[in-house]
């Protein structure tokens, strides 16, 4: 199917193209000038325009079925449970997890403020738990996309870069930009404190200085209140690029620098203290599970070789596009505009610190690769740029025949990328269940609890349980007990933790976990009320 499209589009835009290089406006006859002129005046406003087909895109790439998939196992399904709990308590200082300070999930609760608002106009759902995820991933695409069309004055860079950015797996998958998870809004934040930065130090505006430094203030204090210390990994990176181009004795003697710094320690340290106030034992918490514990040692059993990161990029985290890293790095450096080829220089620094930053930690784990792909796809996006510049320049190429030339160009090469993508969105919905593989069962509860409330109406108390951690069925247990006046109680770490609860004769209990009803077998007498699939709802006869 792949390699018919791909001989379709190839056939299409060759065919075009060579209609195109032929027509001559000499020999035009009149009656098509009127469509001459429209074309004229469409690329006159092709920002616009441009900007305009672009938002469609993103909105089809991270809005699209956002909700289909059920909460996945690990870090969203925690997320879910912080904003509910947060949103029932009101406590908006302490995230709290199964009733108790969450004392794993130790970042900064911005990211949950967002989702219990989002909740609140939208309901306790799964889009509105994906929202401001997907709304940071749209607003990063659309910031990539101005930054170069306005800054770096070329719409191509800013079309090749940011469709490079929606059409790459590592940023619209799991953890990132459709999912409930801290990374896309870290990105957000990450983004725009880079490129303000960049704009800053290549700057001779006093005012213009100014502004693109309280951006970047701002976007810094807001990283870090989003994850941590993970919002100043592109840092050093960024320190070295300051000190190639001879500056960074300037930014220290610099009064704006130590005012930005004794902001940053206000706001930051200032939230610290005030969560170790009210949830003593925070601050060690979070020196243990974020400052020194996953860096220098491996958490949760997440270990992988040095050279992880740049095998996910290559095997299908930046596919197609890693491949045109390297051309679009060496363009942009060797680019006769200035504001390119410092670009392409700060790329290199940010690129290749950051993942040196992250292959070095003991902790590795998929999505921390995520704050990569924005800068990456700016640089590829000036290479492909310097390469239709030089083709256009070799063919004299002018006017609006270059424009549509380019334009063909490039819906040429994303298509097959671009129809992949929302195909996969709209048409295979597993594609949306990114622990589908590694947890097939204990993610099933939501769907399994939508047959009971159908097939059982009459059903509105029962136990759910799940031999292992399980904050899925937490949350979906919480959901139904709020939004549907169910009791649902619920017990995990059966096998471990809880191994010693008891049930009462008489008990309903439902589980997705084959491993369960065979312990359960072992220890009560069960009769079977329903089952779906690998989902059973058991009494507890004695």
């Given at each position: ?190 983004t725009i404190y880079s490129l303000s930065y960049f704009i800053y130090l290549h700057s001779d505006e006093p005012k213009k200085q100014n502004f693109y430094w309280s951006i970047a203030t701002v976007a810094i204090i807001l990283a870090v209140l989003t994850k941590g210390i993970a919002g100043l990994l592109p840092l050093p990176g960024i320190i070295l690029y300051t000190a190639y181009q001879k500056k960074f004795g300037k930014l220290l003697f610099s009064s704006r620098f130590y005012i930005s710094l004794l902001i940053f320690i206000g706001a930051i340290f200032g939230y610290y203290f005030l969560r170790e106030y009210y949830n003593p034992g925070y601050i060690s918490s979070v020196l243990n599970n974020e400052v020194g514990g996953r860096y220098l040692e491996t958490k949760e059993n997440n270990s992988h070789p040095f050279l992880y990161y740049i095998k996910n990029l290559i095997n299908y985290r930046f596919i197609p596009w890693i491949y045109l890293l390297p051309v679009g790095l060496l363009a942009s450096i060797f680019s006769q505009k200035k504001n ?203």
């Amino acid at each position: 199917m792949k390699l018919i499209l791909l001989s379709i589009v190839i056939f299409v835009y060759i065919f075009l193209l060579v209609a195109l290089l032929r027509i001559n406006l000499n020999n035009i006859s009149t009656r098509y000038h009127f469509l001459l002129s429209t074309i004229e005046k469409l690329v006159k406003h092709r920002f616009l325009i441009s900007l305009f087909l672009f938002i469609i895109a993103i909105c089809l790439v991270f809005l699209l079925n956002l909700g289909v998939a059920p909460v996945q196992m690990w870090d969203e399904s925690r997320r879910a449970v912080n904003a509910l709990e947060m949103s029932m308590n009101g406590n908006f200082i302490v995230t709290y997890f199964d009733g108790n300070p969450d004392m794993w999930g130790t970042k900064p609760p911005l990211l949950i403020w967002l989702i219990v608002l989002s909740m609140k106009i939208f309901g306790y759902n799964e889009f509105a738990l994906r929202l401001p995820s997907a709304l940071c991933a749209m607003m990063t695409s659309i910031i990539i996309f101005v930054f170069a069309s306005k800054y770096l004055q070329d719409i191509k860079i800013a079309l090749i870069g940011g469709l490079v950015l929606i059409t790459s797996h590592g940023f619209i998958g799991y953890h990132t930009g459709r999912t409930g998870d801290y990374d896309a809004l870290l990105v957000l934040w990450i983004t725009i404190y880079s490129l303000s930065y960049f704009i800053y130090l290549h700057s001779d505006e006093p005012k213009k200085q100014n502004f693109y430094w309280s951006i970047a203030t701002v976007a810094i204090i807001l990283a870090v209140l989003t994850k941590g210390i993970a919002g100043l990994l592109p840092l050093p990176g960024i320190i070295l690029y300051t000190a190639y181009q001879k500056k960074f004795g300037k930014l220290l003697f610099s009064s704006r620098f130590y005012i930005s710094l004794l902001i940053f320690i206000g706001a930051i340290f200032g939230y610290y203290f005030l969560r170790e106030y009210y949830n003593p034992g925070y601050i060690s918490s979070v020196l243990n599970n974020e400052v020194g514990g996953r860096y220098l040692e491996t958490k949760e059993n997440n270990s992988h070789p040095f050279l992880y990161y740049i095998k996910n990029l290559i095997n299908y985290r930046f596919i197609p596009w890693i491949y045109l890293l390297p051309v679009g790095l060496l363009a942009s450096i060797f680019s006769q505009k200035k504001n390119l080829k410092n670009l392409g220089i700060f790329g290199c620094f940010y690129l290749t610190c950051y993942l040196l930053i992250v292959s070095c930690a003991q902790t590795k784990l998929l999505w921390y690769d995520n704050p990569f792909y924005p800068i990456a796809s700016l640089v590829i996006g000036i290479g492909g740029s310097e390469i239709f510049s030089h083709l256009s320049n070799h063919f004299s190429l002018q006017g609006w025949k270059r424009q549509l030339i380019v334009a063909l160009t490039i819906i040429s090469i994303f298509s097959i990328p671009y129809f992949h993508t929302t195909y996969n969105l709209v048409y295979q919905q597993e594609f949306l269940r990114f622990d589908k593989n590694s947890h097939p069962n204990r993610i099933m509860y939501r769907d399994y609890f939508q047959e009971i409330f159908k097939d059982l109406p009459q059903l509105k108390k029962f136990t759910a349980i799940s031999s292992k951690y399980n904050a899925h069925l937490i949350f979906y247990s919480k959901l139904a007990n709020l939004t549907k006046s169910y009791s649902i109680s619920y017990v995990v770490h059966y096998s471990q933790q809880n191994k010693n609860h008891k049930f009462s004769p008489q008990e309903v209990v439902v589980t997705c976990e084959e491993e369960m009803v065979q312990q359960l077998q072992q220890q009560y007498k069960l009769k079977l009320l329903h089952n779906h699939n690998f989902c059973s709802t058991l009494i507890i006869e004695k």
